[in-house]
């Protein structure tokens, strides 16, 4: 277990090590997890330039989806078509075991596919569940099927020219900086089936926050849901490299504390360790620091109301970053398993969610600093079958 007398305390905080190597280690980034962001910038070649498909898949493969598990699988054997299939591994049963928010992730890959093939001047006919809607769980059945045909005269849709710049922010927001009602309002446009809601009152905000950090504390103190954070975290360059994907922790400190084994899987895990209780308040400052929330509700709660669901918020997402915005989801009370039941019940209540209607999204949202966008598995790798 790390103790105090592991660290060596400076001036303005921080860690050194008395190791050689210690500046080498402290420096290191990773260097290949962000790749497909780069490789989605440049001009289409080869494969990507002679079939639409993949060059759609390069971008579909950056969409946001749940601690970052990219669960697609695209089937590419059906010329002009693609089948889009859940990878069961990368489901997450404990925090997400009716796959509500996995479906949600797999709505974004769509609705970024169809808008890629666009920009390259194809139309795209999405049809959701072909096959029918798995219930209650996804199983092998394919999440949609997408056909392509050459288009005249498309238009490219204009968030699309975002979609480079798009991340999940999870940092301290500017708390100088309010987020003004008309840009809230004009975010509620961007989406196409989903209704929206949103305040930045600040006594309301003030209660959300509370309120978000509480089913935070429960997530982290149910071990199964806590469990399943801790198993698809990625610390330090050379496990983000290897696997890029899941909760990334990383910068020089977590570079400095991974190499010499002062932080592990193991020792996260411990609520009990001094620290899990230092991480505590890092964790919390975003909670903290929101400015404004919104939501994304549906009529009902179907597979294709979620489908829907996760089409709208990659476009609410992109709105959001068209206009200097930081985003960041907060699904803790949104989560169905049974200990959060009673924040579940809250968050409906406080949102004025009808009885039949379904919360699918909750974000916070202000003005954070730049970051680098989420490692992800490169666009070639995702290309297989059910």
């Not at 693609?82 to 949600?104: G, H, N, S, W």
């Not at 959701?128 to 798995?134: L, M, Q």
């Not at 084994?261 to 964790?283: C, H, K, W, Y």
């Amino acid at each position: 277990m790390t103790t105090r007398r592991t660290f060596l305390k400076l001036v303005g905080g921080g860690v050194i090590l008395a190791a050689a190597g210690a500046t080498w280690v402290a420096t290191r980034t990773p260097a290949t997890a962000r790749e497909p962001w780069l490789a989605a910038a440049e001009p289409p070649k080869g494969e990507r330039a002679s079939d639409v498909r993949r060059f759609a898949l390069s971008y579909a493969i950056l969409a946001p989806n749940p601690h970052n598990m990219q669960p697609w699988i695209a089937d590419l054997s059906e010329p002009d078509a693609v089948r889009l299939y859940c990878d069961p591994a990368r489901k997450l049963p404990e925090t997400d075991p009716y796959d509500r928010q996995i479906v949600i992730g797999l709505g974004c890959f769509s609705e970024l596919l169809a808008m890629a093939a666009n920009a390259a001047g194809y139309s795209v006919h999405v049809s959701p569940f072909p096959e029918g809607e798995p219930l209650p769980e996804l199983d092998r059945r394919p999440v949609a099927r997408f056909v392509f045909s050459k288009g005249d005269a498309l238009a490219s849709d204009p968030l699309f020219e975002h979609v480079l710049a798009r991340r999940t922010n999870r940092e301290a927001f500017d708390t100088e900086k309010p987020v003004p009602e008309e840009v809230l309002e004009r975010l509620t446009q961007s989406v196409r089936y989903s209704d929206v809601g949103y305040t930045n009152d600040d006594s309301r905000v003030a209660d959300l926050r509370d309120f978000s950090w509480s089913a935070m504390e429960m997530e982290l103190y149910t071990p199964r849901t806590y469990q399943e954070s801790i198993d698809v975290m990625r610390i330090g360059s050379q496990q983000i490299d290897d696997n890029p994907d899941g909760i990334v922790l990383e910068g020089p400190m977590m570079e400095l504390l991974s190499a010499t084994g002062m932080i592990n899987r193991e020792v996260l895990a411990d609520v009990d360790s001094m620290t899990f209780r230092q991480g505590l308040p890092v964790l919390k400052a975003p909670f903290d620091t929101a400015m404004a929330f919104a939501w994304m509700s549906t009529a009902g709660n179907t597979r294709l109301d979620q489908f829907a669901a996760g089409r709208d918020y990659l476009r609410f997402h992109l709105a959001a970053t068209q206009k200097g915005l930081a985003l960041q989801p907060f699904s803790q009370s949104l989560q169905e398993y049974p200990e959060m039941a009673d924040h579940y019940a809250a968050i409906r209540e406080k949102l004025g969610i009808e009885d039949n209607s379904a919360l699918q999204m909750f974000v916070r949202l202000g003005y954070g600093p730049s970051i680098e966008p989420s490692p992800r598995w490169p666009y070639e790798s995702r290309i297989g079958n059910s």
